[in-house]
């Protein structure tokens, strides 16, 4: 049985997915499950039905289609679609055809998408040669249904897709006569939804055999809302880079975010001597400290809290105007958790990332994760490039100094891979 509240994988290794996915996973550059994938996959192949809250750009795609993959029968024993897929758009369908493609790489897979606007004579012919997927809308759906040209005797999964889109176009109708039609016996159904308003309940309780419900809206919605921006910086100007920040924001509060426990330290030590309301928490300090620690922050005492993601991830205090992901966070999912700590209650937010020249690719997957590029920022008049000693290092009296033009390296670039 699933259980909702279970540790969900932060790994595709820890998901026993089959050597032919996690190829396709490699060759799709997917290296982590998104938080939506890391609680649907599971349950979904657990064959329970799942109403996931989760809106476009979460990953939500693969968390249904990597389900239906791995339990597609032999041809032979299910000759006609076994995973069928209904979808607002031409557009969506396309791109979730698209996405069964790229996950079923390497293997005899099949996937037709059929929305309206297209001949449907091409449509025919690709459905006759068996696919095991069809994704379609609704209303074209039903043409081939209607035709006989979709059979539906060897479906097992039905997946509604952006159900809340379907209903507010009016093809709540047609949902509802599709579903009649479906195998109800050992059928599952999967449902994404941004929203789950009362008319998608009632579609739920009507079709679907008591689903798990999995919300992954709420982290998203504040993200949304706040102001995302990044430096490119040298990791041993990281430090100046954000004296400078913190001098130019005078943020009312601010959460510095460190990978480790040890970088929170030291980031303590080197911000104390500059700023009076500095303080840290992490993991390794007693609790007695640790909550004398947050009781300033929470009381505005406090103005700069260093912390670490694990305890960081946790802190709800509405004053915070600031957060500053001083390293990269190591999981896309830990960024949406460290940003989200800005913004709450419909507060103004602003999130920085320092991210040196070899970390545009994480720089990337957060954008991918969130579903939108970060401003680059700058601060007048600071050199984020370390300088370039280009000597051997010598006595400190005999160096000569580097070369102005050495001095003045131009930060580097990093190209996007969206
Ligand atoms: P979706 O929400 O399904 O529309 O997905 C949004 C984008 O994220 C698509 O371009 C996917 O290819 C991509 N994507 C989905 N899952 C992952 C993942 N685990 N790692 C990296 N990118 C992903």
Request: aromatic letters at 6%; glycine letters at 12%.
């Given at each position: 049985m699933a259980d909702p509240a279970r540790e969900a994988p932060k790994?595709?290794?820890?998901?026993?997915?089959?050597p032919a996915m996690m190829k396709a996973l490699v060759k799709a550059n997917y290296e982590e499950p998104t938080p939506v994938q890391a609680g649907v996959i599971p349950t979904a192949l657990e064959g329970v039905d799942v109403i996931g809250q989760a809106r476009t750009g979460t990953g939500k795609t693969a968390s249904f289609v990597i389900p239906i993959l791995e339990d597609l029968l032999p041809k032979r024993e299910?000759?006609?679609?076994q995973g069928l897929i209904l979808v607002p758009t031409r557009e969506l369908a396309v791109q979730v055809r698209d996405e069964v493609v790229k996950l079923a790489s390497g293997r005899r897979i099949q996937c037709v998408a059929l929305y309206g606007g297209k001949p449907i004579r091409g449509q025919i012919e690709k459905l006759k040669d068996g696919p095991q997927v069809v994704v379609g809308t609704p209303g074209r759906l039903l043409d081939h249904i209607g035709r006989g040209t979709?059979?539906?005797?060897?479906?097992?999964c039905v997946v509604l897709d952006e159900a809340d889109r379907m209903l507010d176009i009016g093809f709540r109708p047609d949902i509802e006569r599709i579903l009649r039609k479906?195998?109800?016996?050992?059928r599952q159904t999967l449902l994404l939804s941004a929203t789950v308003p009362p008319p998608i309940l009632r579609l739920a309780q009507r079709y679907m055999h008591e689903p798990v419900t999995l919300n992954f809206s709420e982290g998203d919605v504040s993200v949304e809302t706040i102001d995302q921006l990044y430096f490119t910086v040298d990791h041993d100007r990281k430090f100046d880079l954000l004296v400078k920040l913190l001098e130019r924001e005078n943020p009312a509060q601010a959460i510095i975010f460190c990978r480790t426990k040890r970088g929170v330290d030291r980031l303590l030590r080197r911000l104390s001597k500059k700023f009076k309301s500095v303080n840290a928490i992490h993991g390794d300090m007693q609790q007695s400290a640790r909550d004398r620690v947050m009781k300033s922050f929470r009381g505005a005492k406090l103005q700069v809290l260093v912390a670490t993601d694990v305890v960081g991830r946790g802190i709800d205090v509405t004053g915070i105007s600031h957060i500053i992901n001083f390293d990269v966070p190591e999981f896309c999912d830990d960024y949406v958790h460290r940003v989200g700590?800005?913004?709450?209650?419909?507060r103004e937010g602003v999130a920085y990332t320092f991210v040196n020249p070899e970390e545009g690719p994480q720089l990337t997957r957060i954008e991918q994760r969130i579903n939108r590029l970060l401003k680059r920022d700058e601060i007048e008049g600071f050199d984020a490039s370390a300088p370039v000693?280009?000597?051997?290092?010598?006595e400190k009296s005999e160096a000569p100094p580097p070369p102005e033009s050495a001095m003045k390296r131009r930060p580097k670039r990093y190209r996007r891979a969206l």
């Open positions: 790994r595709f290794e820890e998901m026993d997915l089959s299910a000759p006609g679609p979709l059979r539906l005797g060897d479906l097992w479906c195998p109800e016996e050992n700590r800005t913004g709450r209650m419909g000693i280009e000597e051997p290092k010598k």
